[in-house]
Every structure is written in C-alpha cells, then in structure tokens.
Nanobody
Framework: QVQLVESGGASVQAGESLRLSCAVSGFPYRPFYMAWFRQAPGEEREGVATIDRLGRPTYADSVKGRFTISQDSAKNFLYLQMNNLKPEDTAIYSC?????????????????????WGRGTQVTVSS
C-alpha cells in the first residue's frame, strides 16, 4: 500500500527555519518525480518544489534561494528545508509522487502531474 506521511510542521516566527519530512513507502518502483505542494486557506494548491530520480530540483520562484528539496539515499524520505520563513509561507504542506512520468517539464509544479498525495502538515509563520 502506497503511503506518503508528512511531519515537521509547526508554528514559527518569521525568519526562522523548519525541515519537513515525508515518509515514502509501498511504491512498487521509484516514482519519476516527488514534490512538495502547499495550500493556504482560500487559495489554490501551489507547487513549491520537485525533484526527479536523479536528484535534480525545480523550485517555484516564491521559494528559490530559501527552500531546498532533497531525498535520503534510500529514497525512503523526502525533505523540504525551509529557511528565512515568511508569513506568506503559512499553509498546509503536502508531499506528492508521480508514478507516470508523462508530464512535460514546464508542468512539473502543477498538481495534475502527481497521482499520490499525503495528507499534509501545517506550517504557520508569524510576523
């Protein structure tokens, strides 16, 4: 059974850092892409960062230079290191997996590219 389970969300002050984790299990083969998305109240789901099988990342402009996506060597965990957090980063963060690998590169940060999702973890940043 495929499972994506996020952890690490918290309430922090602006300028602080957090590291989110996503425990990945049950896939019969490695997903083509893994990603982090976020959704703030009343907003659409936004792609934050993706990583491919070779470890190559892609970031949304809003987080470039502040967030880093990574995986452990065994590919059992997906991470999102978030530095210099801002109030506008407040959202539920979810990890996602793409086992089809057919979405064009330019659509990698779109939710339609992903067919497995975790339930999310809350990140709240206060000013």
């Amino acid at each position: 059974q495929v499972q994506l389970v996020e952890s690490g969300g918290a309430s922090v002050q602006a300028g602080e850092s957090l590291r989110l984790s996503c425990a990945v299990s049950g896939f019969p083969y490695r997903p083509f892409y893994m990603a982090w998305f976020r959704q703030a109240p009343g907003e659409e789901r936004e792609g934050v960062a993706t990583i491919d099988r070779l470890g190559r990342p892609t970031y949304a402009d809003s987080v470039k230079g502040r967030f880093t996506i990574s995986q452990d060597s065994a590919k059992n965990f997906l991470y999102l290191q978030m530095n210099n957090l801002k109030p506008e980063d407040t959202a539920i963060y979810s990890c996602a997996a793409d086992t089809h690998g057919t979405t064009p590169y330019e659509a990698r940060l779109g939710p339609r590219a992903y067919n497995y999702w975790g339930r999310g973890t809350q990140v709240t940043v206060s000013s």
